[in-house]
């Protein structure tokens, strides 16, 4: 099993940026996700990381470092659309996805 | 093209009621997963189908909860009869799977909320 720990909730400013963390203990790991749910919805997938470094996809960043069991996504130049739960999920193995509570994203005019 | 479909959106029952839930996955995907998500809590597994083997359910409360994925496409999670404690998200998801190796995303559906009174 695992333990997989982010804050509950960020509150940000409309154009700012927030780094929401996660840390986690696992064996057999194989991949780390982080999804955005917005409430009532799906979660809808955001990033993937398998090796150590800085994935970039537009406003989104996503930082693995398994050395030390932590990512991170950067939500930069944030929009108010981006107020959501961020849900980051470690895979242990080929396909078994472990949640965490997810961190509420409140992003203020 | 289509995301996973789920229905109903909402259910509420009463406790020792049966209730059934719905999922058809991406066009193409064959393998799927029924996910429970309680309030201000992630998805948790309960069982993941490749085609129509149900290859890992070792998280599904057996004596109450049963899936099926006839034909390796749909799929229907049952609970009866259901208790207060069920009140949650269940939340279909699907991936393709290839070659022995999962591509990496599972898409997830908008869930079906369960309300046990």
């Known amino acids: 099993g695992q333990n997989i720990d982010q804050p509950t909730e960020m509150t940000a400013t409309e154009g700012a940026i927030v780094q929401i963390n996660c840390t986690y203990q696992?064996?057999?790991?194989?991949?780390l996700f982080w999804y955005q749910q917005h409430a009532g919805e799906a979660p809808t997938f955001l990033s993937y990381n398998v090796l150590d470094g800085l994935e970039e996809k537009g406003r989104f960043s996503s930082f693995l470092s398994r050395s030390k069991g932590y990512s991170y996504l950067l939500l930069k130049e944030l929009q108010m659309k981006d107020s959501a739960s961020y849900l980051c999920a470690v895979r242990e193995g080929d396909y078994k996805l472990s949640f965490g509570a997810g961190t509420t994203v409140t992003v203020r005019a | 093209e289509a995301g996973v479909v789920q229905s109903p959106r909402y259910k509420i029952i009463e406790k020792k009621q049966p209730v059934a839930f719905w999922c058809n996955p991406i066009s193409g995907h064959n393998t799927l997963y029924w996910y429970r998500q309680n309030l201000g809590q992630g998805p948790e597994l309960l069982i993941r189908?490749?085609?129509?083997?149900?290859?890992?359910d070792s998280q599904l409360p057996k004596d109450r909860f049963s899936a099926e994925r006839l034909k390796g496409v749909d799929s229907t999670l049952k609970i009866q009869p259901a208790e207060l404690g069920d009140s949650a998200v269940y939340l279909c998801?699907?991936?393709?799977?290839?070659?022995?190796?999962?591509?990496?995303?599972?898409?997830f559906g908008p869930g079906t909320r369960l309300t046990v009174l």
């Open positions: 998801a699907s991936s393709f799977l290839a070659g022995g190796r999962l591509t990496d995303t599972q898409y």
């Open positions: 189908y490749e085609n129509e083997e149900a290859v890992d």
């Open positions: 696992t064996s057999g790991f194989n991949g």
